[in-house]
């Protein structure tokens, strides 16, 4: 937590490609990860999260890998579709463990 | 369906001019964020409360920003006076311990406008 760097700030892919966004956190006693995805004049939404004792989590077209030692986490989107088109935004604990930190974001856009 | 709901979803105002947001969190939900939201910045961190105590407000410009939380069904973030830099959008979000696991949720947001 505390600083989140996120890359890119942009990915432009072709619809079916895959999508992999990266962030990297600064605090490694962080334990919690969300992405959040907000769709143009929307609200950011929790689309998955991890935690620290699990490498890997998958829901559908889109997965989270966790890195703990290198202290870095991404999401990967597979087979992406136009209406996967939004800002990412990534997310850790701040080093109270009291609030979310969030990455810049990532805007993502799928043509077809 | 629970939901964070935040009041004006729009304001333009002139510099100088008093600026007053409202959120009302989830009920339940011990924590709120005020969130700011621009371009160059993406999402910056406020102020937060947890059961209506302030925990930190050192994301915010102390000269002109206050938040408060005059009841578990109010939050507020006021500007005084407004300048142009402050034009982004101002999300809140409610959650029980997010920064533990669980979720952040956002309201709609209020897009300032100053000119």
């Known amino acids: 937590g505390e600083n989140v760097e996120q890359h890119p700030s942009t990915l432009s892919v072709q619809e079916g490609d895959s999508a992999v966004i990266k962030c990297t956190y600064s605090?490694?006693?962080?334990?919690?990860f969300p992405w959040y995805k907000q769709e143009l004049g929307k609200r950011p939404q929790l689309i998955i999260d991890?935690?620290?004792?699990?490498g890997e989590k998958k829901d559908q077209r889109i997965a989270v890998t966790l890195n703990k030692t290198a202290k870095h986490f991404s999401l990967h989107i597979t087979e992406t579709q136009p209406e996967d088109s939004a800002v990412y935004f990534c997310?850790?604990?701040?080093?109270?463990?009291?609030?979310?930190?969030f990455g810049k974001g990532t805007t993502l856009s799928v043509s077809s | 369906d629970a939901r964070v709901t935040q009041t004006p979803r729009h304001k333009v105002t002139e510099m100088g001019q008093e600026v007053t947001m409202r959120c009302q969190p989830i009920?339940?939900?011990?924590?709120v964020f005020w969130y700011r939201q621009t371009m160059m910045q993406g999402l910056e961190l406020l102020a937060y409360f947890r059961n209506r105590a302030p925990l930190d407000d050192s994301g915010m410009p102390k000269d002109r920003f206050s938040a408060e939380m005059p009841d578990a069904t109010l939050a507020t973030l006021k500007i005084q006076p407004s300048e142009p830099r402050d034009s982004a959008v101002y999300f809140c979000?409610?959650?029980?311990?997010?920064?533990?696991?669980?979720?952040?949720?956002f309201g709609q947001g209020t897009r300032l406008t100053v000119v």
């Open positions: 991890i935690r620290s004792n699990v």
């Open positions: 009920l339940g939900h011990n924590t």
């Open positions: 997310a850790a604990p701040n080093q109270a463990g009291t609030a979310l930190i």
């Open positions: 605090d490694s006693a962080s334990n919690y």
């Open positions: 979000a409610s959650g029980t311990v997010p920064g533990r696991g669980t979720e952040a949720f």
